[in-house]
């Protein structure tokens, strides 16, 4: 064969599957250049129009796929509906939570134009994630992801708390890496694959190889998605990461790491079912256990808000216990809910950290409906959302897991997961006590709400309602999402 013959056998990547990635890189290195380069005094400014329009731009792009589906770079990269459905969420989040961090680094006297490049480079991270079952590429985007999220968290100039979050979510968080490549490799060596697909579907007469791999892998998620017992680092990066970068890694972040678990359920065969169900199973029940018993005691609002975090990665373990087309359904969709909930939750917290005296304390939410009664309205919303009532997000995403866990008979988890509801009724039903049943334990001036973070906590809390009382606004994104993973 000659060379000309060569040539002509090697496909050309389709970049147009590629497109928003490629928005995204071009936008990190450009606000990489703009940071180095621009005046001091119009670099916020520049920065921020800048990040919109990429991100809009991204936004827009992400409707182009559905019409060329499919996989490129040598089968390397899937262009599904479950990775255009995070993507799409993922850039969404970022807009709303975007609209927060000029004003509130500014009152913290913290500004970093690292910031937006950092930020557009994470979530390239979290795209690549969504679109791939290869494991180096996996490994080489939770990196991005998870370095960009530890620069991140220490943001916050002169926080010692700051750091201290972000240091052990550095520790912990390369030590989640290091035992996930060790599952890697020895899945490797049972398949001679580093495709998930190929993995899970290989029929080798020696499993010791793959259970192990198994057991690994899922150990290196369970950190990063603050699973117990590998959850030490939330608390503390949850509450010392600007408010903001809180809000992000408890949506996208959860989002990208939440993925490559989405992408294996289908893969389950029936002879690991059991096994695969009772180990997911009782890290779940662990977490929405240890999660609310722990949020209870909390008199910091921002730490209770992470200890819910984990409660909430508990849900969506139990939906993800049941490796079926429904279980799948429930966790794109908790996913989902849970990224409007959490957002607006922190977001809320971002506005009243603008004030030097607050200190995120349960007390300081006494009569908060007297000083900012749009922003008291919004979180009791929230809170009634995380808790799932209805006819909120979080009621629709809590019947999905209980509707998952009757298809394989799981009681005793769907009984866990209405105990720790009932648990976690102690502290949302208190600081909405606190808000509208107390008396204003002190005069609470907010500063000056931008007309963009208005928007963005009135898109949240409109959505943390109507998504729970019309589910089929997005359900055709997760139903897609779900039949398009039992089918390959």
């Known amino acids: ?247 992000l890694m408890a949506s996208v972040g959860k989002l990208a790491f939440f993925v490559p678990l989405i992408r294996v359920m289908p893969l389950i065969e029936e002879r690991f079912s059991i096994v695969w169900t009772i180990t997911v199973g009782i890290i779940a029940a662990l977490t929405m256990l240890y999660g609310n018993f722990v949020a209870l005691v909390q008199k910091d609002v921002k730490r209770l808000l992470a200890y819910s975090s984990i409660a909430h990665t508990g849900y969506i373990l139990s939906a993800a216990a049941v490796a079926r087309e429904i279980g799948i359904q429930a966790v794109v969709y908790f996913l989902i809910v849970y990224g409007i909930m959490s957002t607006g939750s922190f977001l809320v917290l971002a506005l009243l950290e603008k004030r030097e005296d607050w200190q995120n304390q349960m007390e300081e939410f006494s009569g908060l409906r007297f000083n900012a009664p749009y922003l008291a309205f919004a979180f009791f919303i929230y809170m009634i959302a995380l808790l799932g009532v209805p006819p909120t997000v979080g009621f629709v995403g809590k019947l999905l897991v209980l509707m998952s866990l009757s298809f394989e008979k799981l009681w005793w988890l769907a009984f866990v997961v209405i105990v720790s509801t009932a648990i976690s009724t102690g502290y949302y039903i208190r600081l909405v006590v606190l808000m509208y049943m107390k008396e204003k334990g002190k005069d609470i001036v907010i500063s000056r709400v931008s007309p963009g973070e208005k928007l963005s906590l009135a898109v949240l809390t409109a959505a943390s309602v109507l998504l729970g009382a019309l589910p089929s606004l997005i359900w055709f994104l997760i139903k897609a999402s779900a039949q398009n993973l039992i089918m390959r």
Do not use: C
């Open 1 to 247: 064969m000659d060379l000309r013959e060569l040539v002509g056998t090697i496909e050309i990547p389709a970049l147009s599957k590629f497109l928003p990635e490629l928005i995204l890189l071009f936008l990190g290195f450009l606000l990489f250049t703009l940071e180095l380069f621009i005046d001091k005094k119009i670099k916020r400014t520049v920065l921020s129009v800048v990040s919109y329009i990429g991100y809009f731009s991204v936004l827009i792009s992400l409707l182009i796929p559905w019409r060329f589906p499919g996989d490129t770079f040598y089968g390397l990269f899937t262009n599904d509906a479950l990775a255009i459905t995070v993507k799409l969420f993922a850039v969404l989040f970022t807009l709303a939570i975007l609209a927060f961090v000029n004003d509130y680094f500014k009152s913290k006297r913290s500004f970093y134009g690292e910031f937006y490049y950092i930020l557009a480079f994470t979530l390239l991270g979290v795209f690549i994630i969504a679109s791939s079952y290869n494991l180096v590429i996996i490994y080489v985007a939770l990196e991005l992801v998870s370095v960009g999220f530890y620069i991140l968290t220490a943001l916050l100039r002169g926080s010692i708390i700051s750091k201290e979050g972000a240091f052990k979510y550095l520790v912990l968080g390369g030590l989640s890496i290091a035992i996930a490549s060790y599952g890697a490799a020895f899945l490797y060596i049972y398949s001679g694959s580093l495709d998930l697909k190929e993995i899970f579907t290989y029929k080798g007469e020696d499993i010791h190889y793959f259970i192990l791999g198994i057991v690994f892998f899922l150990i290196g998620f369970a950190v990063k998605i603050g699973a117990v017992p590998f959850h030490f680092w939330v608390p503390d990066a949850y509450q010392g990461a600007p408010t903001p970068v809180t809000a």
